[in-house]
């Protein structure tokens, strides 16, 4: 059974940093392909990034340059790592994985099939 833990969230001012985990079991993450969303009250959740089974990287165009997605195969972990907090970034992030299809980089919410329970972050000015 997958199973996708989340930590790392909090609070923090505009311009720090915080850096998120998201531990796997069931799941082999250096070889799936995994993404982060994130959901601010009132709004859909949306897709921020996603790296595939060899480590290819995609951004949203609202994050690229300040948040960078990675895996640790021996921790068998998935990152996040966000730079220069916005106050708009408050949120609850969640990681996700979803089948690997090629060079396609799912941004739907739809096409992703195990979710952690997500961890919340709040960023003031």
């Known amino acids: 059974q997958v199973q996708l833990v989340e930590s790392g969230g909090g609070s923090e001012q505009a311009g720090g940093s915080l850096r998120l985990s998201c531990a796997a079991s069931?799941?082999?993450?250096?070889?799936?392909?995994m993404g982060w969303f994130r959901q601010a009250p009132g709004k859909e959740r949306g897709w921020v990034a996603y790296?595939?089974?060899?480590?290819?990287?995609s951004y949203a165009d609202s994050v690229k340059g300040r948040f960078t997605i990675s895996k640790d195969s021996a921790k068998n972990t998935l990152y996040l790592q966000i730079n220069s907090l916005k106050p708009e970034d408050t949120a609850m992030y969640y990681c996700?994985?979803?089948?690997?299809?090629?060079?396609?980089?799912?941004?739907?919410?739809?096409?992703?099939?195990?979710w952690g329970q997500g961890t919340q972050v709040t960023v003031s000015s």
């Open positions: 790296i595939n089974g060899i480590g290819t990287t």
């Open positions: 069931g799941y082999i993450v250096s070889r799936g392909c």
């Open positions: 996700a994985a979803s089948p690997c299809r090629g060079w396609d980089v799912p941004r739907y919410a739809r096409e992703y099939n195990f």
